[in-house]
């Protein structure tokens, strides 16, 4: 399959009802165990791949460290791979972006938060760079899915504040499908009656973060979320495990 027809292919799972699941990965080994464990796609996690080399999140990991991993994950399996972006690594974002492409990416996540700060991009501002990925990915030919996450919900210092930052959200998801946007990804996010408004207001795919507090896989796609990621989650629980049978044996 053609790396514009994986992202065609990509772009369709994500389907309301009946939602993509992405049980996200860190290096070329978890992509190979997760796509013989019968996923339809696979999807990095920047926290993951951070830790798994030994960085903390938020870009501390070098785009360099980040592209061979998408190398080597892109030469082991044949699924379509969609890579955590993060805010794009710093000032080359179109050259990074190019760079994943020609790997054979066909997804990105690219999120609203300011790198180092606890404040978000203006709308505008994220706009303008959803746009500009938009057109590096036209350069080259492929349909580039481009999830636009949105960290209004991670901002709240407790989900009961959730109900206030609804507006917010919708405005930015609005503004992030005109740049360009083919999903809307709400991390945080975990009332089930908040993730119905969302995704009957949203005319793109919603992906919701699985956590501790959101509703199980089958009440999420009851209530029209058409992505489920898992974040960290995997890599932390398995170096937990990890964890656990190191110190029965020490």
């Not at 109900?163 to 946007?181: N, V």
Request: with cysteine; glycine share 8%.
């Amino acid at each position: 399959m053609s790396q514009q027809s994986q992202a065609l292919d990509f772009t369709r799972q994500h389907k309301k009802h009946s939602p993509v699941l992405l049980y996200n990965i860190w290096d070329a080994g978890s992509a190979q165990a997760v796509a013989h464990a019968g996923a339809t796609a696979i999807a990095t996690g920047s926290w993951s791949c951070a830790a798994a080399q030994g960085y903390q999140d938020g870009e501390e990991m070098p785009f360099s460290a980040l592209l061979h991993a998408v190398k080597r994950i892109a030469s082991v399996v044949s699924l379509p791979l969609s890579v955590d972006f993060e805010t794009g690594y710093g000032a080359n974002k179109c050259d990074n972006l190019a760079a994943l492409l020609q790997a054979g990416v066909v997804g990105i996540n690219v999120e609203d938060q300011q790198l180092g700060l606890s404040a978000l991009n203006g709308i505008t501002e994220q706009g303008t760079l959803l746009s500009t990925l938009r057109q590096v990915a036209e350069t080259h030919g492929i349909a580039l899915f481009i999830n636009a996450r949105t960290d209004v919900f991670l901002q709240a210092t407790h989900s009961a504040q959730h109900p206030q930052l609804m507006a917010e959200a919708k405005q930015r998801l609005l503004a992030y499908q005109d740049a360009g946007a083919c999903g809307f990804f709400a991390p945080g996010l975990s009332d089930p009656a908040l993730i119905a408004e969302l995704c009957e207001f949203s005319s793109l795919p919603v992906n919701i973060m699985i956590n501790d507090l959101t509703p199980p896989v089958v009440q999420l796609a009851e209530l029209g979320v058409s992505r489920i990621s898992f974040g960290p989650r995997p890599y932390c629980e398995l170096m937990a495990r990890l964890r656990e049978q190191a110190m029965a044996i020490f």
